[in-house]
């Protein structure tokens, strides 16, 4: 934060001095809510937020811009001895009073003399570490009836009558588009910073992405978003982002270290203040949830922590108002959350290791993988799946380890892991580690079981990988390995799976026979079981195999029976396949009396049991109905959504499907340049793409194509498909920019109402907004902490906010509650 002396002069006028201080973006709401205190005649106002928020900014700008007919003195009392009367203080730094070590000084009546009854707001900066008696504070002000205090503290001064809170700024989303993320105010700070570091800088289609993660990785926090943005004339955005991601040893800490010839304090200096606001369990449980290297659910931290669950999410909401914790994702209506890897860097730079920590956190991760593979096995509820999902990295991490340190129990780990993560990026690295296992001495030392599990999830692993098509023969031999080991008798589930993922790897590699024979094996052995469930996704990989040879009768007989079959056992995986199915026959296929649920619907159930692999599958076949209806801008927005997915989980299939659908809609919009890009780019994989599509797709795309070298020329369209030379990571990038910019061009959507919320929920809104923990609400109201719990998740859920605080102000300022 900038450093500012005060000065008074003969005449009594005082001045700030400014130098370094931290650029005003994205605070006028703020700004704005001072001065209308001020002009109503507020006598103490304070402004609270952690450490590199801004509260300087903010009176600085005060300072230069005060309101009609009042002085702003804007005080700078960083360095004062711990423990000082802050008016006192005050008093000496405008050089109103004596030194501290001269008897005689009183701030009161040295302010008041110079004050007297002029229209004076004396803005009093980085006075956590001074002490705010009320009794001086209100003597001064019926001393100067014209005078306001304005106190700046972390934690908020608690004789004020008014407070403005400073939070973080608001982060952009992941699909915002070029245009929101040039009017988003974290991402504005960074290119105003940036710019004024180096005036050739601006945010582009090929830097705004790596912009907007820089702001998302630093969490909003003005200071660090500076920082960052004045190291951009020697590291490149993209430097940047991996830096403040992966660099180890604290290495993106001292990214933001604060140049030498400036006055801000570093990002260091920052988070240790704020954390020195923790109480001791807040910052026990901040250290223990450090050693998680990704996000991790709350029953994770709960178990971790020790203590009973409504404590936890007291100190688990306190770190969020920090935003020490950031919460993300929701995951089955239940909050995720993650530090920020600054922040898991500086807690684990300051903080001494204790023993029998990292043990505590490998039981967690066991217990929840645990339940995840057993409830997989078992077609159970995906409730018990995602906590495990959720801790996906660290579930890799540890696998590596095992492996790596040759310890008991790897291979158990391994296939669980397999289990559970195979729709995500971390699958890879468990196939890597699967394949290091099958080729080392300790396959033959594994009980059967386990090794029939190994050759399963690693012979479907490898399908469904970039290469899965060249690895064909190697597919086929581990499924085989595995299926000669499997006694269906003994392990029926296991035997259930085989056959579940090994047809799913077959309709990869297009061995479409051997994928039919495995669905009806599958299904006939489920029935025999029973396993209903089993056997209703069983039944949709049938109908998808129907439709596949065109027998399109089979497959609607199928489909339907598995749809009533997926709402009977409320089994969302069915209900989800076999809406696909359903929505991607041809149109007119079906009798208006078929109850088709809607496709939104669909994605919504994938997305509620984070089934990523059934998403993409949404995603496409949204796609698919919007090209066929001719709703080409429509269809960019889904297709756009599916490559972002298929980016983040690392899966080039799921990536080259959606190229493939990018030149139906390139082509469909007239841009055939681009259409001819994206097909030279997937023209090597292309068989293996159209195996995994739709029949009618084949058709589709050798339509395009004729069409686009019809226009473009022969020699043009060979000229412009250099896309070939494309990786799948670079054609996936270049289309997400394209589509994106061809979705943003569609009907602005009429904007949503404000959210509503149930007489309960509005009930605990107030209660949080009161200050009340979790369990003085479920006291309160009568309810369980639990019930607590979850309405609060609820409220979060429909305002978009990741916390009680911000739950708090985004009610107070959209009328969702009024002013006591």
Not at 341 to 351: F, G, L, T
Not at 568 to 594: E, Q
Not at 641 to 657: D, H, P, T
Request: charged share 25%; with cysteine; glycine share 8%.
């Amino acid at each position: 934060m900038g450093t500012r002396g005060a000065t008074g002069t003969a005449s009594g006028v005082v001045t700030a001095k400014v130098r370094g201080r931290m650029t005003l973006l994205g605070r006028q709401a703020e700004l704005a809510e001072l001065t209308r205190l001020l002009r109503r005649g507020t006598r103490y106002i304070g402004v609270a937020g952690r450490s590199g928020v801004g509260k300087s900014a903010v009176l600085s700008e005060l300072a230069g811009s005060p309101p009609p007919g009042m002085e702003v003195w804007d005080v700078d009392l960083a360095g004062a001895p711990a423990g000082t009367a802050l008016l006192d203080e005050a008093a000496r730094r405008l050089g109103l009073a004596r030194r501290a070590d001269s008897p005689g000084t009183d701030g009161v009546d040295a302010i008041a003399a110079r004050v007297g009854r002029r229209r004076v707001v004396l803005a009093l900066d980085n006075s956590d570490e001074l002490a705010l008696e009320p009794d001086p504070a209100q003597a001064l002000l019926r001393r100067c009836p014209g005078l306001t205090l304005l106190v700046a503290r972390h934690r908020p001064p608690g004789e004020s009558i008014a407070l403005v809170h400073l939070r973080p700024l608001e982060v952009p989303d992941e699909c915002a588009s070029l245009d929101e993320l040039a009017g988003n105010p974290s991402v504005g700070l960074f290119v105003d910073r940036a710019a004024r570091t180096d005036p050739r800088f601006q945010l582009t289609g090929e830097n705004a992405r790596d912009v907007a993660e820089i702001c998302r990785l630093v969490g909003g926090l003005p200071l660090a978003i500076e920082l960052a943005a004045a190291r951009v004339r020697i590291v490149s955005v993209a430097g940047l982002v991996r830096e403040l991601r992966d660099g180890g040893a604290g290495r993106g800490l001292d990214l933001l270290t604060a140049p030498i010839d400036t006055v801000h304090s570093g990002i260091r200096d920052a988070l240790a203040s704020t954390c020195a606001d923790l109480a001791p369990r807040e910052r026990r449980l901040l250290e223990l949830l450090s050693g998680f290297t990704g996000s991790f659910p709350f029953e994770a931290a709960v178990s971790l922590n020790g203590r009973a669950a409504f404590e936890t999410l007291d100190d688990l909401e306190r770190l969020v108002d920090l935003r020490l914790i950031e919460p993300r994702t929701s995951v089955s209506g239940e909050r995720v959350f993650g530090l920020l890897p600054i922040v898991r860097a500086y807690v684990q730079e300051v903080s001494t290791p204790v023993e029998g920590d990292d043990r505590r956190r490998r039981v967690v991760l066991a217990d929840l993988l645990v339940q995840a593979a057993s409830a997989a096995r078992s077609a159970g509820s995906i409730a018990d799946v995602t906590p495990a999902q959720v801790m996906r990295r660290d579930l890799a991490y540890e696998a590596r380890r095992l492996v790596d340190e040759g310890e008991a129990g790897a291979a158990s780990w391994l296939v669980d892991c397999a289990e559970v993560l195979h729709g995500f990026a971390e699958g890879a690295a468990v196939s890597e580690l699967l394949d290091r296992l099958i080729m080392s001495r300790d396959l033959a030392s594994l009980d059967q079981e386990t090794r029939a599990r190994v050759f399963l999830w690693s012979s479907y692993l490898l399908a469904m990988s970039p290469d899965g098509s060249g690895l064909a023969a190697t597919v086929r031999g581990r499924f085989r390995a595995a299926s000669d080991l499997i006694d269906a008798d003994t392990w029926p589930l296991i035997s259930l799976q085989t056959k579940f993922f090994g047809m799913m790897s077959h309709v990869v590699t297009g061995d479409l026979p051997v994928a039919m024979r495995l669905a009806a094996e599958g299904a006939q052995e489920a029935e025999s079981l029973p396993s209903p469930v089993w056997a209703a996704r069983f039944a949709v990989w049938l109908a998808a195999a129907a439709h596949a040879v065109g027998d399109l009768p089979r497959a609607i007989s199928i489909a339907v029976g598995a749809l009533e079959r997926g709402s009977r056992l409320h089994d969302s995986y069915t209900l989800v396949g076999a809406a696909v199915i359903l929505h991607t026959l041809p149109p007119g296929s079906l009798s208006d009396d078929i109850p088709l649920p809607p496709l939104e619907d669909a994605l919504a159930l994938a997305r509620a049991r984070s089934d990523v692999i059934q998403e993409g599958f949404v995603l496409a076949t949204l796609t698919s109905v919007e090209i066929d209806a001719g709703r080409f801008r429509a269809a960019a927005g889904w297709c756009a959504e599916r490559l972002a997915q298929g980016a983040k989980r690392g899966w080039s299939l799921e990536s080259e499907i959606s190229l493939v659908q990018t030149v139906l809609i390139a082509a469909g919009l007239g841009d055939m340049r681009f259409a001819a890009r994206m097909l030279g780019a997937v023209r090597a994989d292309r068989e293996r793409v159209l195996r995994a599509m739709a029949p009618r797709h084949r058709e589709a795309i050798d339509a395009a194509q004729k069409h686009v070298v019809d226009r473009l020329g022969a020699a043009a369209f060979d000229l412009v498909g250099a896309g070939q030379l494309l990786s799948s990571e670079r054609a996936g990038e270049e289309a997400i920019g394209w589509l994106r910019s061809q979705a943003a061009q569609r009907e602005s959507r009429t904007r949503s109402e404000a959210p509503t919320l149930t007489p309960r929920e509005h009930e605990v809104l107030r209660l949080l907004a009161e200050g009340d923990s979790n369990k003085q609400i479920a006291t309160r109201l009568g309810l369980s902490v639990k019930t607590v719990m979850h309405h609060s998740v609820s409220i979060y859920r429909k305002l978009a906010v990741r916390g009680r605080a911000e739950a708090t102000a985004y009610a107070y300022r959209g009328g969702l509650l009024t002013d006591p």
